[in-house]
């Protein structure tokens, strides 16, 4: 959360904690989203930026790597 990582989205702080807490590299996080600043996030740590289609502010999102309708296709997505 934001007050762990000290700056909110799209600052990429909470993903890079994120990733040294799981003990992976930033580059290999899948993000999925639903706003502008979470795909900014995404993009400024090199995770994969998805956009969840459900989300409250999906329609605004513009720039993606993936877009994902339900959450179930958030797995087909992993493969």
């Keep these: 959360t934001v007050d762990r990582a000290g ?3 799209p600052d990429p702080a909470m993903l890079l904690l994120a990733a040294h807490e ?3 590299p ?3 996080l899948v993000f999925v ?3 502008p600043a ?3 996030a995404a993009r400024r740590c ?3 930026a998805v956009a ?3 989300g409250q ?3 605004d999102i513009t720039d993606h790597d993936a877009w994902a309708a339900t959450p179930a296709e958030v797995l087909g997505l992993l493969g």
């Design 26 to 28: 930033a580059d290999q």
């Design 7 to 9: 700056a909110p989205k």
């Design 52 to 54: 969840a289609g459900w």
């Design 46 to 48: 090199g995770a994969l």
């Design 33 to 35: 989203g639903d706003s």
């Design 22 to 24: 799981l003990g992976v």
């Design 38 to 40: 979470d795909m900014l």
């Design 57 to 59: 502010q999906s329609g």
